[in-house]
């Protein structure tokens, strides 16, 4: 999978990772499946319901909401995202503990990067990233 996301998009990932700091940031990603390439056309934060700073649990309430404004706009949530405040741009244990669904995209964000990877047959693996400018 590749991955669409324009630089507004990145940026605000990135702030609300600076902003929930020492906590994870979390959110989902609302777009399409064009082929082999998520073009991910708006971000919806979410309220972090987890007691523990190193973890994320969207609210369902967030998420609903999220899956609500997509299915009117013609999108779909194709992926999340969340921080890892003291840690690295990579899935961790505790990530793939709670990932499940196939072929979602999850994104990354700690020290001012911001990976992208899929779920896919139980592990997570790598997405490229092409250029969007909306």
């Not at 709670?98 to 990976?115: P, S, V």
Request: proline share 4%.
């Amino acid at each position: 999978m590749r991955v669409a996301l324009s630089a507004l998009l990145r940026a605000q990932i990135l702030q609300e990772a600076r902003a929930a700091r020492p906590r994870e940031c979390c959110g989902l990603l609302v777009g399409v499946l064009d082929g082999d390439v998520a073009r991910i056309n708006a971000l919806h934060p979410a309220r972090n319901l987890s007691d523990d700073p190193d973890r994320f649990d969207i609210d369902p309430r967030d998420h609903i909401t999220a899956l609500k404004m997509a299915r009117e706009n013609g999108h779909a949530i194709v992926g999340c995202y969340h921080s890892h405040p003291a840690g690295r741009a990579q899935p961790s244990q505790a990530d793939l503990a709670g990932a499940g669904e196939e072929n979602f995209l999850w994104l990354i964000a700690a020290n001012e990067a911001l990976n992208a990877f899929v779920y896919l047959r139980g592990v997570f693996t790598g997405a490229d990233w092409v250029t969007s400018d909306s």
